[in-house]
Protein backbone atom coordinates (compact mmCIF):
# COMPACT_ATOMS: atom_id res chain seq x y z
CA UNK A 1 0.00 0.00 0.00
CA UNK A 2 1.47 3.04 -0.76
CA UNK A 3 1.96 5.55 1.89
CA UNK A 4 -1.02 8.80 1.67
CA UNK A 5 -0.31 12.26 1.63
CA UNK A 6 -0.84 13.33 4.87
CA UNK A 7 1.39 12.70 8.21
CA UNK A 8 -0.26 11.42 11.98
CA UNK A 9 -0.14 15.21 12.64
CA UNK A 10 -1.85 15.86 9.68
CA UNK A 11 -4.91 13.66 11.12
CA UNK A 12 -4.68 15.17 14.60
CA UNK A 13 -4.77 19.45 13.47
CA UNK A 14 -7.39 18.75 11.25
CA UNK A 15 -9.35 16.30 13.97
CA UNK A 16 -11.54 17.43 16.87
CA UNK A 17 -9.97 16.26 19.96
CA UNK A 18 -12.91 13.73 21.03
CA UNK A 19 -13.24 12.35 17.03
CA UNK A 20 -9.42 12.15 17.13
CA UNK A 21 -9.51 9.77 20.56
CA UNK A 22 -12.33 7.79 19.40
CA UNK A 23 -10.40 6.55 16.03
CA UNK A 24 -7.30 5.84 18.10
CA UNK A 25 -9.07 3.61 20.22
CA UNK A 26 -10.86 2.14 17.22
CA UNK A 27 -7.51 1.63 15.24
CA UNK A 28 -5.66 0.19 18.65
CA UNK A 29 -8.48 -2.16 18.98
CA UNK A 30 -8.46 -3.43 15.66
CA UNK A 31 -11.58 -2.50 14.18
CA UNK A 32 -10.00 -1.37 11.32
CA UNK A 33 -10.65 -4.58 9.06
CA UNK A 34 -10.35 -5.87 5.51
CA UNK A 35 -8.16 -2.76 4.53
CA UNK A 36 -7.16 -2.60 0.30
CA UNK A 37 -5.89 -0.66 -1.34
CA UNK A 38 -7.49 1.05 -4.78
CA UNK A 39 -6.41 4.09 -7.21
CA UNK A 40 -5.29 7.29 -4.93
CA UNK A 41 -8.09 5.59 -2.10
CA UNK A 42 -7.94 3.20 0.85
CA UNK A 43 -10.70 0.94 1.62
CA UNK A 44 -11.90 -1.33 4.52
CA UNK A 45 -14.60 -2.33 7.06
CA UNK A 46 -14.76 -0.44 10.55
CA UNK A 47 -16.68 -2.16 13.01
CA UNK A 48 -18.28 0.56 14.63
CA UNK A 49 -22.07 -0.31 16.32
CA UNK A 50 -22.14 -1.86 12.83
CA UNK A 51 -19.55 -2.61 10.17
CA UNK A 52 -19.57 0.52 7.99
CA UNK A 53 -17.63 0.38 4.66
CA UNK A 54 -15.49 3.45 4.81
CA UNK A 55 -13.18 4.83 2.19
CA UNK A 56 -11.04 7.66 2.28
CA UNK A 57 -8.81 9.42 -0.03
CA UNK A 58 -4.81 8.93 -0.16
CA UNK A 59 -4.05 12.56 -1.56
CA UNK A 60 -5.79 14.68 1.39
CA UNK A 61 -7.01 13.95 4.47
CA UNK A 62 -10.65 14.50 4.90
CA UNK A 63 -11.95 12.99 2.13
CA UNK A 64 -13.53 9.96 1.86
CA UNK A 65 -16.87 8.46 2.61
CA UNK A 66 -18.52 6.45 5.82
CA UNK A 67 -21.94 4.48 5.36
CA UNK A 68 -22.51 5.89 9.45
CA UNK A 69 -24.86 8.41 10.45
CA UNK A 70 -22.19 11.49 10.52
CA UNK A 71 -20.74 9.81 7.33
CA UNK A 72 -23.71 10.00 5.35
CA UNK A 73 -24.09 13.73 6.23
CA UNK A 74 -20.53 14.70 4.89
CA UNK A 75 -18.99 14.94 8.29
CA UNK A 76 -15.60 13.75 8.86
CA UNK A 77 -16.59 10.80 11.38
CA UNK A 78 -14.42 8.60 13.43
CA UNK A 79 -14.11 5.33 11.54
CA UNK A 80 -12.78 7.53 8.11
CA UNK A 81 -10.25 9.17 11.01
CA UNK A 82 -9.36 5.65 12.40
CA UNK A 83 -8.49 4.79 8.43
CA UNK A 84 -7.12 7.16 7.58
CA UNK A 85 -4.54 6.37 10.68
CA UNK A 86 -3.97 2.78 9.23
CA UNK A 87 -2.88 4.09 6.06
CA UNK A 88 -0.26 6.03 7.44
CA UNK A 89 0.57 3.70 10.13
CA UNK A 90 -0.42 0.17 7.99
CA UNK A 91 -1.52 -1.46 11.47
CA UNK A 92 1.88 -0.43 13.49
CA UNK A 93 1.34 1.25 16.96
CA UNK A 94 1.15 4.64 17.58
CA UNK A 95 3.69 6.04 19.85
CA UNK A 96 2.60 7.96 22.79
CA UNK A 97 3.69 11.32 21.26
CA UNK A 98 1.23 10.51 18.31
CA UNK A 99 -1.46 10.18 20.28
CA UNK A 100 -0.47 13.01 22.57
CA UNK A 101 -3.19 15.65 21.76
CA UNK A 102 -3.01 19.19 23.14
CA UNK A 103 -6.77 20.23 23.33
CA UNK A 104 -6.15 23.56 25.05
CA UNK A 105 -3.16 25.61 25.69
CA UNK A 106 -1.00 24.86 28.35
CA UNK A 107 2.31 25.66 30.48
CA UNK A 108 4.99 23.03 29.79
CA UNK A 109 6.32 24.26 33.66
CA UNK A 110 9.39 23.30 32.15
CA UNK A 111 12.47 25.83 32.55
CA UNK A 112 15.29 25.69 30.00
CA UNK A 113 16.33 27.75 27.62
CA UNK A 114 16.27 26.81 23.83
CA UNK A 115 19.13 26.49 21.48
CA UNK A 116 19.26 28.71 18.39
CA UNK A 117 17.95 25.89 16.27
CA UNK A 118 14.79 24.82 18.34
CA UNK A 119 14.33 29.17 18.83
CA UNK A 120 14.15 29.25 14.74
CA UNK A 121 12.56 25.91 14.11
CA UNK A 122 9.73 27.28 16.82
CA UNK A 123 9.07 30.25 14.89
CA UNK A 124 9.30 29.07 11.82
CA UNK A 125 6.05 26.49 12.83
CA UNK A 126 4.16 29.64 14.50
CA UNK A 127 4.70 31.18 10.88
CA UNK A 128 3.26 28.45 9.14
CA UNK A 129 0.39 27.59 11.91
CA UNK A 130 -0.28 31.08 10.86
CA UNK A 131 -1.32 30.41 7.49
CA UNK A 132 -4.43 28.30 8.80
CA UNK A 133 -5.53 31.38 10.20
CA UNK A 134 -6.45 33.30 6.86
CA UNK A 135 -9.04 35.91 5.92
CA UNK A 136 -12.56 34.37 4.98
CA UNK A 137 -13.67 35.36 1.30
CA UNK A 138 -15.72 32.58 0.31
CA UNK A 139 -19.48 32.20 -0.20
CA UNK A 140 -21.15 30.94 2.34
CA UNK A 141 -21.09 26.83 1.39
CA UNK A 142 -17.07 27.03 2.12
CA UNK A 143 -18.13 27.99 5.49
CA UNK A 144 -17.19 24.86 7.13
CA UNK A 145 -13.91 24.41 5.12
CA UNK A 146 -13.34 27.90 6.58
CA UNK A 147 -13.77 27.18 10.04
CA UNK A 148 -11.64 24.11 9.64
CA UNK A 149 -9.09 25.84 8.71
CA UNK A 150 -9.23 28.40 11.57
CA UNK A 151 -9.87 25.33 13.84
CA UNK A 152 -6.46 23.56 12.17
CA UNK A 153 -4.21 26.63 12.76
CA UNK A 154 -5.40 26.81 16.50
CA UNK A 155 -4.93 23.38 17.42
CA UNK A 156 -1.21 23.35 15.72
CA UNK A 157 -0.19 26.82 17.77
CA UNK A 158 -2.25 24.95 20.70
CA UNK A 159 0.54 21.86 20.36
CA UNK A 160 3.76 24.58 19.63
CA UNK A 161 2.40 26.66 23.09
CA UNK A 162 1.92 23.85 24.92
CA UNK A 163 5.33 22.41 24.55
CA UNK A 164 7.20 25.70 25.02
CA UNK A 165 9.56 25.87 27.70
CA UNK A 166 8.80 28.73 30.34
CA UNK A 167 11.25 31.76 29.84
CA UNK A 168 11.49 35.41 28.81
CA UNK A 169 12.34 34.57 25.21
CA UNK A 170 9.55 32.13 24.66
CA UNK A 171 7.64 34.36 26.78
CA UNK A 172 8.04 37.17 24.41
CA UNK A 173 7.28 34.57 21.32
CA UNK A 174 3.43 34.14 22.65
CA UNK A 175 3.38 38.19 23.08
CA UNK A 176 4.48 38.44 19.57
CA UNK A 177 2.09 35.69 18.81
CA UNK A 178 -1.31 37.25 20.50
CA UNK A 179 -0.48 40.61 18.69
CA UNK A 180 -0.65 38.63 15.73
CA UNK A 181 -3.46 37.22 16.05
CA UNK A 182 -5.03 40.33 17.06
CA UNK A 183 -4.19 42.11 13.82
CA UNK A 184 -5.20 38.97 11.84
CA UNK A 185 -8.73 39.32 13.57
CA UNK A 186 -9.06 43.19 13.67
CA UNK A 187 -7.38 44.17 10.10
CA UNK A 188 -6.78 40.71 8.31
CA UNK A 189 -10.30 39.86 7.60
CA UNK A 190 -10.50 36.51 9.52
CA UNK A 191 -13.89 35.78 10.45
CA UNK A 192 -14.00 34.54 14.00
CA UNK A 193 -17.74 34.55 14.42
CA UNK A 194 -17.22 30.86 16.11
CA UNK A 195 -14.84 32.09 18.49
CA UNK A 196 -12.51 29.61 17.75
CA UNK A 197 -9.17 32.03 17.88
CA UNK A 198 -10.53 34.45 20.51
CA UNK A 199 -11.01 30.91 23.12
CA UNK A 200 -7.58 30.23 21.94
CA UNK A 201 -6.41 33.37 22.56
CA UNK A 202 -7.81 33.55 26.05
CA UNK A 203 -6.28 29.79 26.81
CA UNK A 204 -3.09 31.61 25.80
CA UNK A 205 -3.05 34.68 28.49
CA UNK A 206 -3.88 32.05 30.87
CA UNK A 207 -0.65 29.85 29.84
CA UNK A 208 1.44 33.28 30.15
CA UNK A 209 0.04 34.04 33.73
CA UNK A 210 1.54 30.53 34.03
CA UNK A 211 4.71 31.48 33.11
CA UNK A 212 4.93 34.04 35.41
CA UNK A 213 4.08 31.90 38.56
CA UNK A 214 7.16 29.32 37.11
CA UNK A 215 9.23 32.49 36.64
CA UNK A 216 8.50 35.78 37.68
CA UNK A 217 10.88 37.29 35.23
CA UNK A 218 8.59 35.97 31.88
CA UNK A 219 6.80 39.29 33.16
CA UNK A 220 8.99 41.86 31.39
CA UNK A 221 7.97 39.85 28.02
CA UNK A 222 4.57 42.24 28.86
CA UNK A 223 6.43 45.27 28.13
CA UNK A 224 6.20 44.56 24.53
CA UNK A 225 2.53 45.54 24.86
CA UNK A 226 2.97 48.94 26.08
CA UNK A 227 2.35 51.53 24.06
CA UNK A 228 0.90 48.66 20.78
CA UNK A 229 -2.09 49.52 18.68
CA UNK A 230 -3.95 46.75 19.73
CA UNK A 231 -7.90 46.16 18.82
CA UNK A 232 -9.26 43.75 21.99
CA UNK A 233 -8.91 44.22 25.52
CA UNK A 234 -7.39 40.91 25.64
CA UNK A 235 -4.23 42.50 26.43
CA UNK A 236 -5.00 44.79 29.65
CA UNK A 237 -4.88 41.90 32.46
CA UNK A 238 -1.32 40.79 31.38
CA UNK A 239 -1.00 45.17 31.28
CA UNK A 240 -2.45 45.06 34.85
CA UNK A 241 0.15 42.16 36.09
CA UNK A 242 2.89 44.46 34.48
CA UNK A 243 2.31 47.38 36.63
CA UNK A 244 1.23 45.46 39.71
CA UNK A 245 4.66 43.90 39.45
CA UNK A 246 6.77 46.75 38.71
CA UNK A 247 4.74 48.78 42.03
CA UNK A 248 5.98 45.21 44.30
CA UNK A 249 9.30 45.89 42.66
CA UNK A 250 9.64 49.76 43.61
CA UNK A 251 8.45 49.44 47.24
CA UNK A 252 11.69 46.65 47.41
CA UNK A 253 8.73 44.03 48.25
ZN1 LIG B 1 -18.40 6.71 9.97
Redesign the pocket.
Known amino acids: MKPPHFTIEKIKFATPAMTFHKAVDLYEAGKVTQVEAGPGLVLAI?Q?RSP?R?IVETRQFGLGN???????HDYL????VALSIFAVKSGQPLTEEEKRYHAIPTCSGRCEELTPSQRADFKNSITAAMRYIRPYHGPSRSWFSYQDSLSEGCNRLTALVSELPVNLFTAELIVNLLIRLDRKLCKGGVDDSDGTVGNFMSGVIGVLFEFITVDESCVAAFKKLLGRDICYEWYVPLVRELEAQTRSARNGL
Open positions: VGYVCECYLGRCKHM
